[in-house]
């Protein structure tokens, strides 16, 4: 079992930055692949960055790629997503989601989820 806590969201003007955290609780968190999705009003959750156990590897959705950033710190069992140069269609609320050893099919794995954190981005 897994707990997520996603924090760091907020309002922030368009071409801003912020970085949200997930912190897990458990023993294992190394032993997952973790990913963040976003969810904005009247669409579906869509995937965003996903990252390996390890770190040395991710991956991004095309609409945020080099700008924003997935890593993670496995002392502290967290994961980040750093987002600059936000734009108004980054709105949305974002979830973090841990895969028990699966990174390739993170997207559609089961998982654990957390609660979500709100990023309001104005134009």
């Known amino acids: 079992q897994v707990q997520l806590v996603e924090s760091g969201g907020g309002l922030v003007q368009a071409g801003g930055s912020l970085r949200l955290s997930c912190a897990a609780s458990?023993?294992?968190?190394?032993?997952?692949?973790m990913g963040w999705f976003r969810q904005a009003p009247g669409k579906e959750r869509e995937f965003v960055a996903k990252?390996?156990?390890?770190?040395?590897?991710?991956y991004y959705t095309d609409s945020v790629k080099g700008r924003f950033t997935i890593s993670r710190d496995n002392a502290k069992n967290t994961v980040y997503l750093q987002m600059n140069s936000l734009k108004p269609e980054d709105t949305a609320v974002y979830y973090c989601k841990a895969v028990y050893l699966n990174y390739s099919d993170l997207p559609a794995a089961r998982g654990y989820w957390g609660q979500g954190t709100q990023v309001t981005v104005s134009s």
């Open positions: 458990g023993r294992t968190f190394s032993y997952y692949a």
């Open positions: 990252i390996n156990y390890n770190g040395d590897s991710t």
